[in-house]
């Protein structure tokens, strides 16, 4: 079981702290690859925080790639490239900073939320396939 005592009077969300230190344990090679973290339930008893604080780690963890769950078995730590993470935990952001911005492509759309591009928005097509579902639901909705 994991070692880590949360600190409530640190400003970092629990989850936030859960995770670094899930992180930091992985990077350092003291939790093993291809080992299986412990359930949300009972890591949550064994720390006393929410279930939701655990869950809100692991799916940092999962999006990040430093763990891969497995149908109805659970969350087993990813074998990460040796010497990655040499130099502390946080060693390979300034290089891999200065190699984006070299390395970045301009542009080519634009996802922020809520700021739809009327100009290009293909309004015919729209309407034909909206008239369409609607057609073939037509006597259902009535």
């Known amino acids: 079981m994991l070692e880590m005592t949360p600190n409530l009077n640190n400003e970092e969300p629990l989850y936030l702290q ?8 992985i990077q350092n090679g003291k939790i093993r690859a291809q080992s299986k973290l412990p ?3 009972s890591l949550a008893k064994h720390l006393q925080i ?6 809100a780690a692991y799916q940092q ?3 990040e790639g430093y763990v891969i769950s497995r149908e109805r078995d659970g969350l087993y730590v990813v ?6 993470f040499q130099g502390g935990p946080h060693h390979f952001e300034p290089q ?3 190699q984006q911005k ?5 542009i080519k759309y634009n996802f922020n939320y809520g700021d739809i591009n009327l100009k ?4 015919k097509v729209w309407r034909k396939l909206s008239m369409q579902s609607l057609d073939e639901e037509q006597a259902h909705l009535l």
């Not at 929410?50 to 869950?55: E, I, K, L």
């Not at 290009?120 to 309004?123: E, H, I, M, V």
């Open 61 to 63: 963890l999962l999006a």
């Open 50 to 55: 929410s279930r939701n604080t655990v869950d």
């Open 79 to 84: 074998d990460l490239e040796k010497g990655y």
């Open 39 to 41: 359930s949300q339930r």
């Open 96 to 98: 891999l900073a200065t």
């Open 18 to 25: 859960l995770y670094n230190y899930i992180k930091v344990e």
């Open 120 to 123: 290009d928005f293909p309004f």
């Open 102 to 106: 070299q390395d970045r492509p301009a």
